[in-house]
């Protein structure tokens, strides 16, 4: 299997380039903030629960989103691999995804660290508000995301990079042109 985290702030591009990279290597997308939206306007139990953590910008709770995360891993036996985007977001969601995949024998082969400036994510989501409508989108509650990423998403990389897994590829400029440079990581791993 090939298993990808695609990790980065808010805005960094993520589920852009997780769509061109479903298509070439055949994974299977869990972005988990799809999943919770999903959920929302479904008006699941779940999606009720989460609601108002999502529209205030905070994460949610780490047994909560780990649950989620592995029943939908579960649907999915036939899967290649994986591209988790969104998820891990806390050193425990990191340590829990390591166990649960353990027990399958499987484990994550590359982490993409998606390089881009606060500057540059502030102003993207700011454009993205107008058409997206996502109430998280909002000013305030966009610096509410931020903030979380910098105090507790962050550490998720030094976990990883003590496994040597974390490639940093540049997330500004030409889509096509990131698109290649997380190929190019990729293939790498795919041929060591
Ligand atoms: P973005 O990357 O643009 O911030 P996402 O779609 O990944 O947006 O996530 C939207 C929201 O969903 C987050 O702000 C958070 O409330 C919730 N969420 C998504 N993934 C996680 C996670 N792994 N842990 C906790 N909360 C999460």
Known sequence: MLNLVLFGPPGA???????????????????????????????????KQVKQILADGLLVPDQVTIDMLEE???????????????????????????????????????????????????????ERQKISGRVDDEAEK????????FTKTIHVLPYYEGQGKVSVVNGIGNIEAIFQNLCQEIDAVIAS
């Open 13 to 47: 591009g993520k589920g852009t380039q997780s769509a061109k990279l479903i298509e070439k290597y055949q994974l299977v997308h869990i972005s988990t903030g799809d999943l919770f939206r999903m959920h929302i306007k479904e008006e699941t139990a779940l999606g």
């Open 72 to 126: 939908e891993v579960q649907k999915n036996p036939q899967a290649k691999g994986f591209i988790f985007d969104g998820f891990p977001r806390t050193v425990a969601q990191a340590q829990a995804l390591d166990d649960f995949l353990a027990g399958k024998g499987e484990s994550i082969n590359l982490v993409i660290k998606l390089d881009v400036t606060e500057d540059e994510i502030k102003e993207r989501i700011a």
């Open 142 to 149: 966009l610096l509410k995301r931020i903030d979380e990423y």
